[in-house]
C-alpha cells in the first residue's frame, strides 16, 4: 500500500509558476514509477508527466512539453512537477499517482495503482 499526498496548489496569474509537489509514504513507495494527471471541470482525466522509479525517463504530454517538469527525490520520497508559463488552460485538479510499473511512463490512468487526493490549480487571465 503506498499513500500519495499532494501539495503546492493554488492561484496564480497566466505566465506565472508553481511547483506541485507529492509525498510517498508506503512499503517499497520509491520502486514506483509516478506520473501526474489532471482533471478540469466536465472534461476526463488527463495525463500530464511521467517518471520511472528512479528518475532515468520522463514524458510528457504535448500541451505541457517545454513549460513543465517532473522531477523525484528518492531520499525525500518526493515527486515534483514544476509547472511554469502557466496558461488558463492548466486550470484542473492535479494529482499524482504510482505506477508498480517501475520502469513504465504509461499516459493510461488506469495503468496507475494509487492516486492522492489531487490538488488545485487555478491559473487567471
Known amino acids: 500500500q503506498v499513500q500519495l499526498v499532494e501539495s503546492g496548489g493554488g492561484l496564480v496569474q497566466a505566465g506565472g509558476s508553481l511547483r506541485l509537489s507529492c509525498a510517498a509514504s508506503?512499503?517499497?513507495?520509491?520502486?514506483?514509477?509516478m506520473g501526474w494527471f489532471r482533471q478540469a471541470p466536465g472534461k476526463e482525466r488527463e495525463f500530464v508527466a511521467a517518471?520511472?522509479?528512479?528518475?532515468?525517463?520522463?514524458y510528457y504530454s504535448d500541451s505541457v512539453k517545454g513549460r513543465f517538469t517532473i522531477s523525484r527525490d528518492n531520499a525525500k520520497n518526493t515527486v515534483y512537477l514544476q509547472m511554469n508559463s502557466l496558461q488558463p488552460e492548466d486550470t484542473a485538479a492535479y494529482y499524482c499517482?504510482?505506477?508498480?510499473?517501475?520502469?513504465?511512463?504509461?499516459?493510461?490512468?488506469?495503468?496507475?495503482?494509487?492516486w492522492g487526493q489531487g490538488t488545485q490549480v487555478t491559473v487567471s487571465s
Open positions: 499517482a504510482a505506477n508498480g510499473a517501475s520502469y513504465s511512463t504509461d499516459t493510461r490512468p488506469y495503468e496507475y495503482d494509487y
Open positions: 508506503g512499503r517499497n513507495a520509491n520502486n514506483y514509477a
Open positions: 517518471i520511472t522509479w528512479g528518475g532515468a525517463r520522463t
